[in-house]
């Protein structure tokens, strides 16, 4: 648990409810948390629902793992302890930004279930929806975007999940994405009909 080092604060409530916020926007803030190996598809499922739900009028952002770590994130690395910092790091900017009503999403490996369950934590039930990117770590190495699964197999890259470092499945998500069985499209419309189905947005029809 994060030592609080900080003294003499105290919380204050906003004047703009969350309740309300959602009964303006007509859907619910929550924390769209897409985990996964590298190359898994995890960034580009969440930029295509973004679009679908931005075409739907929904506000939301996607907290991208590398984008992140260009700024909040800079300072840290990828050892056990700073891959546990940044996870804490985002799992409360997420949270804020739900409380704010916009659908956040993260797009991070987040490899280990301690961090992913710490998160979740910070969140009412119902308001944090893991999603796994299941997807073979041969189809991942092949699509290989950035290089770095044969960076790491040749021993350039350190702790790299996957091949020098581990990823735990996650134990019971929300949804569970077959990237390498299914196409984009159809991925994101899981996501989209799970959303409809638990009242975080209205459905198509009722638009």
Same mark, same amino acid.
């Given at each position: 648990?994060?030592?609080?080092?900080?003294?003499?604060?105290?919380? /204050?409530?906003?004047?703009?409810? @969350?309740?309300?916020?959602?009964?303006?926007? +007509?859907?619910?803030?929550?924390?769209?948390? =897409?985990?996964?190996?590298? *190359?898994? &598809?995890?960034?580009?499922?969440? /930029?295509?629902?973004?679009?679908?739900?931005?075409? @739907?009028?929904?506000? *939301? $952002?996607? #907290?991208?793992?590398?984008? =992140?770590? /260009? &700024?909040?994130?800079?300072?840290? &690395?990828?050892?056990? !302890?700073?891959?546990?910092?940044?996870?804490?790091?985002?799992?409360?900017?997420? /949270?804020?930004?739900?409380?704010? &009503?916009?659908?956040?999403?993260?797009?991070?490996?987040?490899? $280990?279930?301690?961090?992913?369950?710490?998160? +979740?934590? #910070?969140?009412?039930?119902? @308001?944090?929806?893991?999603?796994?990117?299941?997807?073979?770590?041969?189809?991942?190495?092949? @699509?290989?975007?950035?290089?770095?699964?044969?960076?790491? +197999?040749?021993?350039?890259?350190?702790?790299?999940?996957?091949?020098?470092?581990?990823?735990?499945?996650?134990?019971?998500? %929300?949804?569970?994405?077959?990237?390498?069985? $299914?196409? #984009?499209? %159809?991925?994101?419309?899981?996501?989209?009909? $799970?959303? !409809?189905?638990?009242?975080? =947005?209205?459905?198509?029809?009722?638009?």
């Amino acid at each position: 648990m994060t030592e609080q080092k900080a003294t003499n604060i105290t919380w /204050h409530k906003p004047l703009v409810t @969350r309740d309300e916020r959602e009964q303006k926007n +007509r859907y619910k803030g929550v924390v769209i948390w =897409i985990t996964g190996l590298p *190359s898994s &598809g995890k960034s580009t499922l969440a /930029h295509e629902v973004e679009r679908l739900l931005f075409e @739907r009028g929904c506000n *939301s $952002y996607v #907290l991208d793992g590398d984008n =992140i770590r /260009h &700024g909040l994130n800079k300072d840290l &690395g990828f050892s056990p !302890e700073d891959r546990n910092e940044n996870i804490r790091r985002i799992g409360e900017v997420a /949270h804020l930004f739900a409380d704010a &009503g916009v659908i956040a999403f993260t797009a991070f490996i987040s490899p $280990y279930r301690e961090d992913r369950d710490r998160a +979740r934590t #910070l969140n009412e039930p119902g @308001r944090f929806i893991e999603v796994f990117c299941k997807c073979s770590a041969g189809e991942c190495e092949q @699509r290989d975007p950035k290089g770095l699964w044969a960076k790491a +197999r040749k021993g350039e890259l350190k702790e790299f999940t996957g091949v020098s470092a581990p990823y735990e499945d996650p134990l019971k998500p %929300e949804i569970v994405v077959e990237t390498d069985k $299914y196409s #984009l499209a %159809e991925c994101a419309e899981q996501v989209m009909r $799970y959303l !409809e189905e638990n009242g975080i =947005i209205p459905s198509a029809s009722k638009r």
